[in-house]
């Protein structure tokens, strides 16, 4: 069992005490983007557990869907008992399919970086830990890598942290996760996890970016 399982059930009311004020980091909108284009694009996150990631971009006007996987790693390792061990090398991680002429790939960062995960956080994110929780982006084109780059450059400068961002950049492909871990979020509204740790952060997105919730 993931130590998020074990986490969100012992802890939950202290947990769901600390979260219940979560909120979107006030950061800048990104100054450059990549360029419209016709028919759907696609972006991959990996910033700590996929359940969340997938519940708070599932909300996003624009995302035609969202599916949680493993990136970074090879093909025969890509299944939860495998990146459970933290040996494989995968970030948990979502694949978002949107439409460029609703919601662009800048947007979508911008959500990634203030409220979807910590990206100051290595190699965790709340209660989980290992490197399978990284904060890492997974560019599908030379334009992605470029923007993604020059956000982070951009919110380093302006201090939009208080601790240094650790995302970073990673080739690899993306992998689907097990069925059961598919729209887990909408799935199992009363797991322990998803109340302590996934409810609030949906919460603060829907405040923190009212004209971007669907």
Known sequence: M?????????????????LGAERAVPIPAAQVDVPPSRGAQVAVFAGGCFWGMEAVFERV????????GYAGGAAAQ???????TEKTRHAEA??????????SYATLLRVYFAIAHDPTQVDR?????????RSAIFPQTPDQARVARAYIAQLTRAR???????TRIEGGRFFPAEAYHQNFYDRNPTHPYIVTWDKPKVAAFRAGFPTLAR
């Open 2 to 18: 993931r130590i998020r399982l074990l986490a969100a059930a012992l802890a939950l009311p202290a947990a769901a005490s600390a």
């Open 61 to 68: 006007k624009g995302v035609r869907g969202v599916t949680s």
């Open 78 to 84: 890509a299944n939860y008992a495998a990146v459970s």
């Open 94 to 103: 979502i694949r978002i399919a949107f439409d460029p002429a609703r919601v």
């Open 125 to 133: 994110q709340g209660p989980d830990v290992g490197p399978s929780y």
């Open 160 to 166: 939009a942290f208080p601790r240094p961002i650790a």
